[in-house]
């Protein structure tokens, strides 16, 4: 299994839109092979010191995968070229971080 933790900057005042274009996306992505968690998260404000917030113009998604060729199948389906397409207006950056368990550790 594999984590895949996406930022998404997004240019200001658009995330409204995007997250109605990826919420749409998501049970496409879930009937994918190899899927085993696809979601949004926004910041959750605490009073804890340590925790750094995106801020409003950026989303984190969170996934998990069987295997990295199932990523990247995901990666070339489709449904994502064309929410790619719907939602270039509003993205200025992505960044991968895609990680294994720990566990797997060799």
């Known amino acids: 299994m594999i984590h895949v933790l996406a930022l998404i900057e997004l240019h200001p005042g658009t ?6 274009e990826f919420h749409a996306l998501i049970p496409l992505v879930h009937a994918e092979h190899g899927c085993i968690e696809y979601g949004s998260a926004i910041d959750c404000p605490t009073a804890i010191p340590v925790q750094s ?14 295997d990295t060729a199932a990523l990247e199948a ?3 389906a489709p449904h994502m070229t064309d929410y790619r397409t719907k939602v270039r207006d509003f993205v200025k950056t992505v ?7 720990s566990t797997d550790a060799a």
């Open 95 to 101: 960044s991968l971080r895609i990680l294994r368990p």
């Open 15 to 20: 995330r409204e839109k995007f997250l109605h």
């Open 74 to 76: 995901h990666l070339t």
């Open 53 to 66: 917030l995106l801020g409003n113009d950026s989303v984190m998604v969170v996934e998990k995968w069987s």
